[in-house]
């Protein structure tokens, strides 16, 4: 069985879990490949993203099962 966590990752801690590039992260978010990030704060510098860890597991588990 899987365990499963609601912990908030950044980008960078994304990239390291999946040995990717921060750029690949931020790439497949904004070309609707990966999971929504949550973002906190109304500007654009000002602001903080994190992605929900249930969230990229999930995401890792599909694509797994599509590539069986």
Same mark, same amino acid.
Do not use: C, Y
């Given at each position: 069985?899987?365990?499963?966590?609601?912990?908030?990752?950044?980008? %960078?801690?994304? =990239?390291?879990?999946?040995?990717?590039?921060?750029?690949?992260? +931020?790439?497949?978010?904004?070309?609707? @490949?990966?999971?929504?990030?949550?973002?906190?704060?109304?500007?654009? %510098?000002?602001? =903080?993203?994190?992605?929900?860890?249930?969230?990229?597991?999930? +995401?890792?588990?599909?694509?797994?099962? @599509?590539?069986?």
């Amino acid at each position: 069985m899987t365990s499963h966590s609601n912990k908030l990752l950044k980008a %960078k801690e994304v =990239a390291a879990w999946l040995n990717v590039s921060e750029s690949a992260v +931020w790439k497949w978010t904004d070309e609707g @490949s990966f999971p929504k990030p949550i973002r906190f704060g109304e500007h654009k %510098k000002g602001h =903080a993203t994190r992605w929900v860890e249930n969230d990229i597991q999930e +995401w890792l588990e599909n694509k797994r099962e @599509s590539s069986d």
